[in-house]
């Protein structure tokens, strides 16, 4: 028996996660706001995700457009206790991890981008 679109797309996010220890989480999310697969602590709920990163997308989209900056490809949030990462997958999902503040941010990035190149081909 075949795994499902979804499977397939929460495996992807266990393999995010073994490459970076410092990642606590990570989900992909339709721009809509619809959780599509998490992995995610259990002090977050799905809904919660989804609907704060949707709201992070199209406010990051409008800051791009209306500053000329062009096709938004990330939004980086950094607090106190670590990071929100939202990269876009392709025009109708986005891959949002949260970080340590230890993490690597470098490392990080180059493991989401990976990710989302295998994400599109699933989606």
């Known amino acids: 028996m075949s795994a499902s679109r979804e499977e397939l797309i929460e495996r992807r996010l266990i393999a995010l ?52 900056r ?20 392709n025009e109708s999902a986005v891959l949002t991890a949260l970080a340590s503040e230890e993490a690597k941010l470098g490392l990080l990035f180059l493991d989401m981008k990976q990710a989302v190149v295998d994400l599109r081909q699933l989606l």
């Open 17 to 68: 996660e073994s490459l970076t220890p410092e990642l606590e989480g990570a989900a992909v999310i339709s721009v809509e706001g619809l959780m599509i697969a998490s992995r995610l602590p259990s002090v977050l709920t799905d809904d919660l995700m989804a609907s704060m990163s949707a709201a992070m997308l199209a406010l990051g989209e409008r800051i791009a457009h209306d500053l000329k």
């Open 70 to 89: 062009g096709e938004l490809s990330q939004v980086f949030i950094r607090g106190e206790f670590g990071y929100v990462l939202l990269m876009a997958v």
